[in-house]
């Protein structure tokens, strides 16, 4: 597939009257970036799923050790679906594909009532636009792509002027895995954040994290 869309550009390219080796390569590289990409998320995804039994012990501990409520933040719809059931009785879930209505009604009871703990959601859907000051703890089950993605989920529980108070974050990785690399990847770049917010410049040429995960994984495999 990859050899068969580049020769495509390529007699594209040739058609046009333009470069076809370089819309060749450029293709090649396109494509090939976009599968490994494609494998870097099914290896996300298979360890989300080998993790799982440890996250729910952890996040079982923390209810039982405590009455603080808590945001539990996953990407995958399965994993939000998975903690929305176990915890039903004291959780509401938020997920891409409710609509605003029913957003503002889990938002509302999980401020108000005391018998919800538990704010089950997706991060892409639930990283903005939403008070959910009741709770000071936040959970990370999955990682995203972008340090911004985790800060901005995080101060939704941020104490507002009437309420102020802190809060804190967990991530629950699994040692020896992808989710360490990507932590960590996730760690540096977020230094870059913050040295831009100082006013320092910004490397241009900094790879995403994407690029710098596959690359990662490359080198480990070439050893």
Not at 60 to 65: A, C, G, I, P, S
Request: charge should be negative.
């Amino acid at each position: 597939v990859v050899e068969y869309l580049a020769e495509r550009a390529r007699q594209k390219a040739i058609a046009m009257g333009e470069d076809h080796d370089a819309a060749y390569w450029n293709k090649r590289n396109a494509v090939e970036r976009a599968e490994a990409l494609i494998r870097v998320n099914a290896l996300r995804g298979a360890v989300v799923e080998l993790k799982y039994d440890a996250m729910v012990d952890w996040i079982d501990t923390f209810l039982e050790t405590g009455d603080e409520p808590v945001l539990l933040f996953a990407e995958r719809i399965k994993i939000v679906e998975g903690i929305y059931d176990r915890y039903r009785e004291m959780a509401v879930k938020v997920r891409g594909d409710i609509t605003n209505e029913q957003a503002l009604e889990a938002t509302h009871t999980f401020q108000e009532q005391d018998w919800c703990r538990v704010f089950a959601a997706n991060i892409s859907s639930a990283k903005e636009g939403f008070t959910l000051t009741k709770a000071s703890h936040v959970v990370f089950m999955e990682l995203m792509f972008a340090p911004t993605d985790h800060s901005q989920a995080v101060s939704r529980v941020y104490g507002r002027t009437n309420d102020p108070h802190g809060a804190t974050a967990y991530y629950l990785l699994a040692p020896g895995t992808i989710d360490y690399d990507q932590y960590q990847l996730l760690q540096e770049r977020q230094k870059i954040v913050d040295a831009v917010t100082d006013g320092k410049e910004l490397d241009e040429k900094q790879l995403s994290i994407e690029d710098q995960l596959i690359k990662m994984l490359e080198e480990r495999g070439q050893k």
